[in-house]
């Protein structure tokens, strides 16, 4: 399978615990997003990157969280100190953009996060 | 925050009958796209459309766009018992900024045997 993935699936954490979470974007891809979604609703933009710069944030990504993308390919997401309202799926997307923000957005499995 | 708003927030119709949702949006966009997300699977991409366009289709998929009204409709035909999914219109903004899709709260579709 040559889509995104996202590892883990799951997470567990107590609170005031730090997790990292992994985004593999479709290989050729220089664009890649993470996003947020809670029950019942869409999908929240955080942050995205072009290559390996992270270009625009959300003000949803307060400064416990953080993402790199350090070589263009792989991202991770960190969220230290973890709160019970940061229990959500995150999920990864990756698109290959030529200019003119037309390009479609293809989205990895999500990583569960519950935070007790 | 959410820009668009689909509705109905949830819709029950008889397999082989058509499925219509709506989506308002806020602001100007450069392009709308639906999304289906099933339990336990991510989001699918279904269909983009410019915001040059007024109509798209894609199989039993029709897809409008009034940027005058700032809407948008999704048509799916013939519905399947596989076509049961929430359904989200995302927006893609114009003027350059975040290039994140803002998404919409989604439509719950049921599809019933």
């Known amino acids: 399978d040559t889509g995104v993935s996202q590892n883990p699936r799951h997470k567990i954490t107590k609170r005031g615990q730090n997790v990292t979470f992994r985004c593999d974007p479709i290989s050729e891809h220089n664009r890649l997003y993470w996003y947020r979604q809670t029950l019942g609703q869409g999908p929240e933009f955080l942050t995205y990157?072009?290559?390996?710069?992270?270009?625009?944030k959300s003000r949803l990504l307060s400064d416990r969280f953080s993402a790199e993308r350090p070589k263009g390919s792989f991202s991770t997401l960190e969220i230290q100190r973890t709160e019970q309202g940061d229990s959500a799926m995150y999920l990864c997307a990756s698109s290959l953009s030529l200019g003119g923000g037309q390009e479609t957005q293809y989205f990895g499995p999500g990583t569960r996060l519950l935070v007790l | 925050s959410q820009q668009g708003e689909e509705d109905p927030q949830a819709l029950s119709i008889q397999e082989g009958e058509n499925a219509t949702m709506n989506c308002s949006y806020k602001?100007?966009?450069?392009?709308l796209q639906w999304y289906r997300q099933n339990s336990g699977r991510g989001l699918v991409h279904l269909i983009l459309?410019?915001?040059?366009?007024r109509e798209k289709h894609s199989g039993r998929l029709r897809v409008t766009l009034d940027t005058s009204k700032k809407s948008s409709s999704l048509l799916i035909t013939a519905s399947r018992a596989a076509d049961t999914a929430s359904y989200f219109c995302a927006t893609a903004l114009s003027g350059g900024g975040a290039d994140g899709l803002t998404f919409g709260k989604g439509t719950h579709l049921i599809i019933q045997p």
């Open positions: 459309i410019r915001s040059n366009e």
């Open positions: 602001t100007s966009i450069n392009n």
């Open positions: 990157f072009q290559n390996e710069a992270q270009l625009e």
